[in-house]
C-alpha cells in the first residue's frame, strides 16, 4: 500500500506533459463571467482563451463544457472562437463533469491521462469535475489563474481541491511544462507566441 502511495504521489509531482493532456474547458458562459468583480473578468477569460490557443498548436485535445445551455448560453466568444473547426459544447447538467457519461467518455476517448482543467466556477463546477475525474484515475491538474468565482469562493475552491490531491498550476507554469525546450518551442510555435500580445498575468 505504501508503495502504491508513493507512486500515486510521484505521478501527481511530476511535470505535465503535452502528449499526456487534455484540456478540459468548464463552463466559460457569460452569466458565469459576470459574476466576478468587473476588473476580474476579462484578465480570466483573456487567460483562457490563451491556454486554448497554445493546446490547440501543441495538438492538445481540447474537451469543453456549457452548464444548460438552451438556458444559460453557449461559451462566450473570445474562448469559443479559439476552438478548434468541429469542437462541441457539451451540454452539461450535472455540476461535475463525471456525473455524465457522455462527457466522461469524451475526455476518456483520448487516451490521456491529464486532465488539465480551467473555467468556472472554482468552488461548484471546476472543482467537481476535477474531483470525479481524480477519481477515476485521472491526473488533474487545475489552473488556479483560468479558473475563477466571485469574492472569496475561488480560493475555496482551490483549497478544497489541493487538499484532495488536485495539482495547481498556472497559465504560464503549465505553458513551459507543455514546452519544456526551445527546440521544441521553435518547431510549434509561432515567434509571435513570444513577441505578440499576451493577457495579464502571462509572462514569458
Known amino acids: 500500500m505504501r508503495d502504491g502511495t508513493r507512486v500515486r504521489e510521484q505521478v501527481a509531482h511530476s511535470l505535465t506533459e503535452v502528449q499526456d493532456s487534455v484540456l478540459v474547458v468548464v463552463d466559460v458562459q457569460q452569466s458565469f463571467v459576470d459574476k466576478l468583480a468587473s476588473e476580474e473578468r476579462v484578465p480570466v477569460v483573456n487567460r483562457i482563451a490563451w491556454i ?7 495538438g492538445v485535445p481540447i474537451v469543453v463544457t456549457a452548464e444548460d445551455i438552451d438556458e444559460v448560453g453557449p461559451t462566450v466568444p473570445a474562448v469559443a472562437d479559439g476552438f478548434p473547426d468541429g469542437t ?5 447538467m450535472t455540476f461535475g463533469l463525471a456525473g455524465n457519461p457522455s462527457i466522461l467518455s469524451a475526455v476518456e476517448e483520448h ?16 472543482m467537481q469535475s476535477a474531483l470525479g475525474l481524480l477519481e477515476r484515475g485521472f491526473r488533474v491538474v487545475v489552473l488556479s489563474d483560468a479558473s475563477a468565482s466571485p469574492g ?34 521553435d518547431e510549434y510555435l509561432d515567434p509571435d507566441t513570444w513577441t505578440g500580445p499576451r493577457p495579464d498575468g502571462v509572462y514569458l
Open 52 to 58: 486554448v490557443r497554445i493546446a490547440v498548436k501543441l
Open 88 to 92: 462541441i459544447q457539451h451540454d452539461k
Open 111 to 126: 487516451g490521456r491521462r491529464t486532465a488539465v482543467v480551467v473555467g468556472f466556477e472554482t468552488d461548484v463546477c471546476v
Open 152 to 185: 472569496p469562493c475561488h480560493e475555496a475552491g482551490i483549497t478544497r481541491m489541493r487538499d484532495a490531491g488536485v495539482v495547481l498550476s498556472t497559465v504560464k507554469g503549465t505553458f513551459y511544462e507543455w514546452v519544456r525546450s526551445l527546440d521544441f518551442a
